[in-house]
């Protein structure tokens, strides 16, 4: 373990954000990242407990030996650790920004948990500076040829797993730049662009072909002995009210970002409201702020979230408690106030201004009508499944749900076709499509070897 009293004479210390004035001057990253010597005795703090619940199935999805790398951290062993770190995590340097850090909410030490997720992004761009991390290239080829449609979390991993295992595997991706959610979905001061294509370039280096600016169809992939189709959960939910999807307002902004020019949807001078309480939502209020825009309001459906753990959600299951993000966060210092609006939709559109309505449930209360500005609705509802024009063309019909799940729970649909990612498995966290992918990487991998003709 680290040091045996070091939970008790540490305290908990995270990655801070930049200042908030600073910071919103800009799409740089958000944080400040941290010595090593700090990040060695965050790692003291890891108790490596007897049921290490970090790692369990309530905690890291991808079963990250937590306090083993933890433990080489502290010791100073830190080429050890990110080997130890690189065993069982594709990706360290998106997880290691994005993920909500379930094996935290599930550390023993509960709300003084070890920092794991600063350790771990310590650990892999330690390994980038000082050129630990380099190609690795199978040393022996299977002749065996394996397409992944779509280039988000799951299709990269899913493509990195499958390349180690010695298949040629090409990477299908419609956009211009590969990367999916990672690229496009998520902005820029959460996860900086020049990091996801780092990842791109190296999984290159390693023998993975990407083919971009393409829309995938069963001729392209018909060539191929066997096909994941990793297309994301990407049919966004409606309202009864025109507005822009996040999505699409989140890649334009990042766009910008990556061109230096002006966005095709900008907020700049303009009153947002914002539908949708999620991580998305929040994006979107940070993206906002940062535009210049004039206002920014966050409806909310739902009651607000209790500020202690509900009963029937103890520990170590991931705590339904409030949280306030960057974005209400930069919010609340640019306004002086919560942008967030609870138990509360929108009823109707007006001219630069919406006529909101109070909910009980899902159902509007007469009588609490209240107008708001608004010159940009997005809309930030989350998503109802995979695109239909993808399931019709490789001839799969999504569940109820909108998944491409087959009925035995498996990635296997059909013949040499397989899903992954939020396509299977419908919305979640970049780990867990991590997870999903390298899942499914080790089914086709036996597909391939069993008798795939």
């Not at 009864?240 to 949807?265: C, E, H, M, Q």
Request: proline share 7%.
């Amino acid at each position: 373990m680290g040091k045996p009293t070091g939970f008790m004479e540490i305290s908990r210390v995270e990655n801070p954000y930049r200042d908030a004035s600073e910071r919103l001057r800009d799409f740089d990253d958000l944080h400040v990242s941290q010595p090593a010597d700090a990040r060695r005795a965050q790692a003291s703090r890891c108790m490596n407990c007897g049921v290490p619940f970090c790692q369990s199935e309530f905690g890291c999805p991808l079963n990250n030996l937590i306090p083993e790398w933890n433990d080489l951290l502290y010791r100073g062993m830190e080429r050890e650790a990110l080997a130890r770190l690189l065993a069982t995590a594709p990706f360290p340097e998106f997880t290691g920004r994005v993920c909500p850090a379930l094996c935290e909410k599930a550390c023993n030490l509960e709300s003084e948990a070890t920092t794991n997720r600063d350790n771990e992004l310590y650990l892999i761009e330690t390994g980038f500076e000082r050129g630990w991390v380099q190609p690795r290239i199978p040393r022996q080829r299977t002749g065996r040829r394996v397409a992944v449609v779509g280039s988000g979390p799951a299709g990269l991993a899913a493509a990195d797993l499958l390349n180690r295992l010695g298949h040629a595997v090409t990477v299908i991706e419609r956009a211009d730049r590969a990367g999916g959610l990672l690229m496009y979905g998520i902005p820029n001061m959460k996860l900086p662009k020049a990091v996801v294509q780092r990842r791109i370039d190296l999984m290159e280096a390693e023998g993975v072909r990407f083919l971009l600016n393409t829309e995938a169809t069963p001729e392209i992939t018909n060539a191929f002995d066997a096909v994941l189709l990793c297309g994301g959960a990407k049919r966004p939910r409606a309202l009864n009210v025109k507005g822009v999807f996040a999505v699409d307002y989140l890649t334009a902004a990042t766009r910008a970002v990556l061109s230096g020019g002006a966005p095709a949807i900008d907020a700049r001078g303009r009153h947002v409201v914002v539908v949708g309480g999620g991580d998305t939502g929040n994006d979107c209020v940070g993206t906002a702020l940062r535009q210049g825009c004039a206002s920014v309001v966050q409806l909310e459906m739902l009651p607000a979230p209790p500020v202690d753990r509900p009963c029937g959600n103890p520990w170590p299951q991931w705590p339904r408690t409030l949280r306030t993000d960057y974005g209400q966060l930069e919010a609340i210092h640019r306004q002086g106030a919560d942008p967030r609006i609870y138990e509360t939709t929108v009823k109707r559109l007006l001219s630069g201004r919406i006529e909101t309505v109070k909910l009980k449930g899902f159902d509007p209360i007469p009588g609490t009508e209240r107008v708001l500005p608004c010159d940009l609705l997005l809309i930030a509802a989350g998503f109802v499944g995979c695109e239909t024009a993808t399931a019709m063309r490789f001839g799969v019909s999504p569940d109820p749900r909108g998944r491409m799940m087959p009925e035995d729970g498996s990635h296997h649909l059909r013949d040499k076709l397989f899903s992954a990612g939020d396509m299977r498995t419908g919305q979640s966290l970049v780990v867990r499509a991590l997870a999903d992918g390298r899942a499914a990487a080790m089914e086709i991998d036996r597909y391939l070897k069993e008798g795939a003709q």
